[in-house]
């Protein structure tokens, strides 16, 4: 008998295989724009094409949080001490270069490397130590709003420093007045991160390896992957990611507010989970957190244009304008499975 | 055709291995208490009685957690299923505005008032709750968006009822004694919280929902597999977790005699959660601890004490807070506690040493 | 050949909490050779490979490699060192694609970036090299798990490493990707590669080893060339007793149905778009049905939808001759359907429940959350079903994922005779089942049948089926071919036979 | 509430985009009320763009540029901290929108960014807090203080603080900060830090309960009579703000003082928005009639609180 060959085709159709797993993502875009257009039905100004530049202005500390914890989530943890780090990031940079009178150039890469130091010791006590992540980076999250609060109870001006007038200096597209618009610095450096996470994620080793162990921590040890260099990566990633947060909040405020911040882990997972990467890790793309954050800038957006929402009913919608979002991802995304089943 | 086997089994494994896992945070919260005892004295733990109600510093803030235990008491329920509940704050906020603003539409002393009250919230409550579990189970939305939405626009609804104020109720209703009174000395937020745990502890113990609800979240497609109703025991857990946050709401707005909508009981999902994960019981779903749960939440409460007590300012709370989180997490973890004493147990026999480029602790 | 050991192992001792899993035990392995090593379930052989490949660190006891004396903390550095494994249970990421999961950790480059055109194309090339032909960029999840498993291998053979591991690949395969791996691991050999080799089928393992190493609970019996050990002497060793082989177990008495009864379970036209082509077949009761077929013919699909596993979009079934509608596992578990899935680590056993917890769960689910099983009741029938099926070790407070292989298997199977279904579904019940617990778990069908159980018995060794069946079912693509009933059909060629003509003929 | 879709710059009125701070507050809720309901009933507005940045100074940024992009006439911002509007703020000064700060104020540096702010001054009403202080206990050898702060870090708790410690200071008032703890403007957290000091330390040596706000002040008087002493008699008690449930609390003899900030100024508010859309000549600070009560003035006061 010559040996035949197995060929086995995989249950789902090859022709969408390389689609399926962008059918959540590609529901997130479709939905997003569908808000878009409804809120240029709806609202005067809303065709301003400023709008979606200033979602990327307001947002651009979250996005570039959300990155970092899109690296965690993917890897099956989660960080919640990414919004008192950035407090704290902003704070340090504040009393260095204020009260400690040290150049900003010194103090911001000192704070970029302290991010990512802390980040890697949260990694290296979940890996080694086997503590749970919730746990470990909750302390995180009290530790730094602590530590934040004890450096300076007040607010903070740094628009002293030069160095951080540059961050909101914009670059023109077009004329503002006929259909151009402007993007600050600290826009670009929030695009920076994006596509170099992007590529990190999906042509690296480190990259694969951080799905791998969202996949399944056991098998991706078993098979040799370098495990314990990737938990403590991705968490030194995120840490990174919150005290760039932090510069770029600098950035835009000039001036440091030890509450910032509060509740910011919160957006940054739901941005990330609403951008179709699953909690449980591995499967997810950094590209689904970009339009994470959209959707939710977009919402705050139609609500100020709504403009006439009581506090309690700004939430109420907001909280319906998720809600159907999501429903609509998860029929679209399932119909989307059924068609290729 | 059983052979004998020589390989020794552990022997009464479960109960030991439950009183280990609890026996880490039992420390820490008697670390705690020393402290406390330290600084002002043996009256910190002893009650004293007053006003007809057990009073003392450690009996109140027994009475302060109940509303913490309860919640986290449901979260227990809610994590084990491989879930989070982040909506339970919003549900405490609005179980407190119903409650107070049905009074406050009504006879204020009137018993029957009060009692319906009290239902319309805690059904609202489970209403609310069995609609998370109905997301998370039916419609395959991760619990932590589920109850996200519900997390932002609970608290709304609960402005929406009280319109943005603080209604409160007078303080001779009835309603107050709920947060306030006491039955024979012992103040019923107590009594709740005692009722509450051990009725949560009959009915998944001495049923088989515990069980049923570790194997759903150990393992859901199995759990499918095996026939379990994997579905209705996620949406019973969710409906019991809003229940016991309504609850907790209520407890809370009786004892002010008021409903704050807007921050009432705000973070303390994520107390809640933490005081579940120092009980024992991890994220991952599957076994859980109740007992645990319940030291957890004696921890937080005795640490919010402890820094007043000890007279540190407020800045200081927040680090405080992430100490003892720390301390507890590293004394759970049995590789930190290896870690720790390798230095005193060199020279094993039997180790040699390593010849290709070690790592710092030994692989899981 | 064999001069200097490459592995040395002596007096490895490893405990688990409340199991000494490993107690000195000694194994040596040399350049090129072939080394076999035997026991039952949960004598310590994953144990022993684990405990040399950095997965445990052992309690007691010295590793050399090449004559150094290591000590690797993680699989990764193992396989730095030159030892590429294959780990029992498939351990592979289902999330990433086939082509990741070959090269995870050693992508090609161009420069620090993963080229994935080259990593595409030197996985077709790799799988078509053991004669596996594939969607390389299709996730893993979307392949069954003997694929998965096969993708494990290639993946271990690719690793160049002067030690391979394999425990039990073959467990899930089916005869013709076990030649084929067979071939790939002599010409491995003949290039100088030592291989560690466990199975639990024995004429692999005297096809090909040339050694090999006998544990029983956890201790060393004795190193053997296999020339030297006949196979009823090993497995004397093996079990620490006399037994019968296999092979005396005859072929089960053909059962003789009443005319016409009213099948137990019916199908017709069932069918599952992308799964399984729609199908007829009926049950009775105390018959059993052997599915027949090649690696990904659809059996486990078949057996899904008769479980209720999964939705069928075509046809319907029938239960006692009533229709059922709204056909789920919990359903079928309420009319006596039982299941025992092919993916015990994913589908069967919750890992961190006990083991008698585990083995109630089908039956507490058919009583409700609300009336538990009374706790003497309970242990009272654990204690039976440990005894029955001997499952070692024999403490029902173990979780599950504590057990060996073979014997969580044993509990899986326990899960569903607590309920004493009237039909059992068994998707391969004897993957890396011992030889003992085989001829255990056989005679066992063959006796619930007789006591008037319908089962329906999924295996990819011919022989099993065989042996078993009063009717064999064919399937081919994913589509049944043809029921063979006659007696004289019952042979391995006859459905080798039905496969390859009926195939060819369309 | 039927919201006008039109808006936009139409020429039947103005439209003003008002960035709240949050609904922290029973205080804060009818400070947003007031001004929802003034622009309302004025016909001069032709819509009001409400926003709650639920107290993330990143959300009023935000909000800010939503209104400018949205060319509302002018804007009113209730600023949750005082410093990092410089850019946002000049946004606007470049889109041509006039600023009004309501309520809190911003850094002296940004003073020209805005036209005018109207709003309390925090820092006096610590002040006026801490002369009342000083006089009542003037015969005392040291007074025991016991403050309850607001969230630790927000302004009006450092202000409100500040100014009370500036007076006590200033006049060499001889007093001991027996205790501070923040009860984040709660009744929770007001009742929780009270239980707790009560119960390890008793109320013996304290004299006065400063409470940065009512809700702290009023959980503590729960505190008080339920650890079976008279708020207002065993301890004296002042409480910032002024809402109903504070002089209910005061006619009932429960406290002592009450330093007014009075969040009703939206009629005053739209009065200055229309002022300031024609470019008239306006104050830099436009203060919020304030007052503050002592006992016997509280029956008198009740009737006219509006929240
Ligand atoms: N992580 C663990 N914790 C506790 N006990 C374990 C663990 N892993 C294995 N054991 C126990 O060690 C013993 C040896 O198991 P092992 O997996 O090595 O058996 P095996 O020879 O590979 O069996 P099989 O043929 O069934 O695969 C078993 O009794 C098993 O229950
Ligand atoms: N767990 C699973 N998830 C997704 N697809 C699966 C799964 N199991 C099987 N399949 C798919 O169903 C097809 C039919 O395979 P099935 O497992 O039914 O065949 P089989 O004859 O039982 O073979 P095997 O020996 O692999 O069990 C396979 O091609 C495989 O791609
Ligand atoms: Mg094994
Ligand atoms: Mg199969």
Redesign the pocket.
Known sequence: MSSPTLT?????STLFDGLSRYIPIGATVALLAAMYLGGIANYPNFDNPQLIPDLFIGNAGLLIVAVGMTFVILSGGIDLSVGSVMAFSTMACAWLTVEAGLPASIVVPAVLVFGVLSGAFTGAIIHYFNVQPFIATLAGLFLYRGLTLQISDHDMSIRDIDFFSWGMQRIEFGDPRDGGFSLPYISFIAFGVVILAFIVLHYTRFGRSVYAVGGSEQSALLMGLPVARTKVGVYAISGFCAALGGVVAAFYTKSANPLAGVGLELDAIAAVVVGGTLLTGGAGFVLGTVAGVMVMGMLTTIIAFQGNLSSWWARIVVGVLLLAFILLQRVLARSGEKRKG | MNLASPVQTAGGGRASAYFKRLMWPLIVLAALLIVNIAVTGFDFIVPSVHDGRLGGAFVNILRRSAPLLLIALGMTLVIATKGIDLSVGAVYAIGAAIACQYILNGDQSALGVVVTAVTLALAIAALIGAWNGAMVAYFGVQPIVATLILMIAGRGIAQLITGGQIPSVADDSPFVSIGRGAIATVPVPIIIGVAVFAALVLLTRTTALGMLLESVGGNPEASRLAGIRAKGITVLAYLIAGICAGLAGIIGAANLGSADANNGGLWIELDAILAVVIGGTTLLGGRFFLVGTTIGVAIIGTLEVTIINVGLSSQWQFTAKAIVVFIVAMLQSPEFRAWILRPFRTGRPGRTPAAHDPEKAPAK | MSDEPIVQMTGITKDFTGVRALDGVDFTLRPGEIHAIMGENGAGKSTLIKVLTGVHSPDAGRILLDGEPVRFNSPGHAQAGGIATVYQEVNLTENLSVAENLFAGREPRLGPFINFRAMRRRAKALLSDIGVDLNVAAPL???????QQLVAIARAVDIDAKVLILDEPTS???REEVAVLLRVMRSLADSGCAMVFISHFLDQVYEICDRMTVLRNGTLVGEWATADLPENELIGHMLGREVETLDALDRRRPHDRPAQSTPLVSAAGLGRKG??APFDLDIHEGEVIG?A????????????LIAGADRHDTGTIAFDGRRIGGHSPRTAAARGIGFCP??RK??GLVGDLTVAENMILAMQASRGWARAIPPARRSELVAEFIDKLDIRPANPDLPVRHLSGGNQQKVLLARWMLIEPRLLIL??PTRGIDVGAKADIQRLVAELSDAGMAVLF?S?ELDEVTRLSDRIAV?RD?ELIDILHEESDMTTDRIVDTIVTRGSAE | GGGDDEGGGGSDGLVVGFAQVGAESAWRTANSDSVRDSADADDRIADLQFVDAQQQQEKQIEAIRNFITQKVDVIVLAPVVETGWTDVLTDAEQAGIPVILADRGIEEADEDLYVTRIGSDFVEEGRKAGTWTVEEFAENETTGILQLEGTVGSAPANDREAGFFEILDGEDFSYELVDSQSGDFTAEGGKAVMETFISTHGLEDIDLLYAHNDEMGLGAIQAIEEAGYEPGTDIQIIIVDGSKAGFQAGVDGKLNYIVECNPVFGDQLMDLVVQVADGADVEKFTPVVEDAFGVDEFEAELPNRQF
Not at chain 3, 293 to 304: D, K, M, Q, V
Request: proline share 2%; hydrophobic share 30%; aromatic share 2%.
């Open positions: 086995e085709r995989p249950t789902r | 999840s979307s392949y069954s798990i003997a694929t899930s395969l089916d799964a399984v599915l077929g090649l690696l990904g013919s659809g059996r486990t699909e078949t057996a899904r092919e993916n994913t589908e998707d391969e999924i990819a399937l994913r």
